[in-house]
């Protein structure tokens, strides 16, 4: 039977303008392009687990709002099972996403609204819900406080506890210590570790560096050169995939992230499921768009059979 995955996380509404560069301040220049859609990091790994064929619930705060009405139809549509608070007093997220038309590389201000108030109170009304899940997730756009407790909850109920500590700040080493994995990317490991990841010898510092603050394991996710994994008896690359042209870089760590827990939730190993993570991100990169990038469960089997 398959695993039971709950994840907490933002929801916010994705405002992506496409430009050749970034404006400088007090410039206008002009797009190439304009997209909204269903974003945030929470939601798009929910999105992304979801379709890559996991149980999933999802824990968040929304306004009461047309952006509040995009979240439920995108978890809808994916067969997320959403676990909402409502704050009539606040508003849901949204997101300011740069895509750099020649390469599709990104920069994002994230204004998370509702979800930004998550308390450790609204972790403690879904206790129950947390301490049954096989596996959980958590990020850093919602409060450490409130990811904090819900980790040591998760962990004393016997999830496997996953932390993408995006945006990268201060963590407790309490906190490191309960996760069984940490999947920092290239910059947020740097920004957390102090290591500058520019090589996997970088990687393989900067993932020990978390196992020495208590990590079950470390993940690196190095973009077109795949991953790093690495736990206290192993350490091993998994190459990238190529799925097509690149197209947007924006959800992959989060198609990564959905993908390796939904993985684990099916009983894969460790290794394993970080590769089914680099196929999904592969696929997820060669469409425009965060959670409507996420690719299916077929389209990854398909990927990894084919590579």
Known sequence: MEGRIVILGVFVADTAYRAERQPRMGETILGKGFALGPGGKGSNQAVAAAM?????????????????????????????????????????????????????NNAIIIAPGAAGNMSVADIEAQAGLIA???IFVTQLEQPVAAAHRAVEIARDGGARTILNPAPATRIPDEMIARCDFVTPNESEAEGITGIAVASLDDAERAAQAFLDRGAGAAIITLGANGALYRDRARSVHVPAFRAGPVVETTGAGDAFNGAFAAALARG????????FGCAAAAISVTRPGTAPSMPGLSEIEALLAGG
């Open 52 to 104: 890559a064929g996991g149980r999933v619930h999802f824990i968040t705060r929304l306004g009461r709002d047309t952006f509040a009405d995009m979240a439920r139809a995108t978890w809808a549509r994916a067969g997320v099972r959403p676990e909402v608070i409502e704050d009539p007093d606040s508003y849901t997220g949204a997101a300011y996403i740069f895509i750099e038309h020649a390469t599709g």
């Open 132 to 134: 049954g899940a096989d």
């Open 268 to 275: 894969a190993d460790p290794v394993q499921a970080v590769r």
